[in-house]
């Protein structure tokens, strides 16, 4: 049976990689992937830097060289504006260089220097669904969550929740309507703005939970739990587990429309502090998908492979599908 199975995973790739020689995809269109997947998925993979996947077309490129000063970087919802987070410090400064570039032409829209209260120089940002806002998050518990206007001016910092401070793992998202979404202890909080108050959307009694990602819409979260990836309504109600596999899978992102989900499978330790994954895709739809990197999966899922390629990808850190 086992050799049956690994036949079936290599006809599978086979059939994927045929599709660089010319020949039509799956649906007869030329594309490599359903016509349902669209956007762009980014990836950052060791030192190839950020990756990019265009969909239906499985064409991939490069998007952001290897830098070891970038933080990290995020994709406006609409796909047309790139933030890119550089740890510029100097000897006794400690500068964060925020640079909102347009993706089409690549010109600077915003650009300033960012100086944290704790002095930490591994600052991240985060643009918000409008474009207005960026969220700042620090590996320095004194800088607490900080929200900038996009050129830089503050507009204000969270410290704690009621009294304890953020651990350095916890999710900050956006949600539409500049409201966020934070993970505290056990907890998965709703702050609206002003940010002076905040909301229980659920508590999380397991051991091992975490990488909270939201759709687009801010109706529908999915997180990692144990091994695997449940989804759940905004409120925290209708938890469903929908991977399946002998191994472990991790840090789920939504599809632009919230149809699918991208989700990295076969997640493992590569290091003290490093980790990789493969790429598949899954069907959003509340049914439990069988992932595994040897046995058989179930139909609907789609290993991510680019067009030309015949392996699926891997990734080790930042994945953003715009």
Not at 29 to 39: E, F, H, K, R, T
Not at 279 to 301: C, H, M
């Amino acid at each position: 049976m086992k050799k049956q199975i690994i036949g079936l995973s290599i006809l599978l790739c086979f059939f994927l990689a045929c599709s660089k020689d010319g020949e039509d995809g799956p649906d007869g269109s030329g594309n490599l992937y359903p016509a349902a997947l669209n956007g762009t998925i980014y990836y950052d993979w060791a030192t190839e830097g950020i990756l990019k996947m265009s969909l239906p077309d499985g064409v991939g490129a490069a998007f952001i060289p290897d830098d070891t000063k970038l933080n990290n970087f995020d994709i406006s919802r609409d796909g047309k504006f790139k933030l890119t987070v550089i740890n510029a410090s100097t000897l006794g400064q400690y500068d964060i260089r925020f640079t909102i570039s347009d993706i089409a032409n690549g010109s600077i829209v915003e650009e300033f220097i960012y100086n944290g209260p704790g002095l930490s120089g591994l600052c991240k940002g985060y643009l918000s669904p409008d474009n207005s806002l960026i969220l700042v998050t620090s590996n320095e518990k004194e800088d607490g969550i900080t929200i900038l206007k996009r050129n830089g001016e503050m507009v204000g910092r969270i410290h704690d929740i009621n009294g304890e401070e953020f651990d350095l793992n916890e999710s900050r998202l956006w949600l539409p309507n500049n409201a966020l979404l934070l993970t505290h202890k056990n907890y998965i909080l709703r702050l609206d703005p002003p940010y002076t108050s905040g909301t229980l959307v659920k508590e999380m009694d397991y051991q091992d939970w975490g990488e909270l990602e939201v759709n687009q819409a801010g109706t529908q979260l999915a997180v990692q739990i144990a091994n695997h990836i449940y989804t759940m309504g905004i409120d925290g109600s209708n938890l469903k587990q929908v991977t399946t596999s002998n191994f472990k899978e991790s840090v789920p992102v939504f599809s632009p429309d919230g149809k699918y989900l991208l989700v990295g499978t076969e997640y493992r330790q590569t290091g003290p502090f490093g980790f990789m994954w493969s790429l598949k895709i899954i069907p959003n739809d509340g049914q439990q998908y069988n992932v595994d990197p040897v046995e058989a999966n179930s139909p609907g899922v789609i290993p991510v492979i680019l067009k030309g390629k015949d392996h699926i990808e891997t990734a080790g850190g930042q994945m953003i599908w715009r």
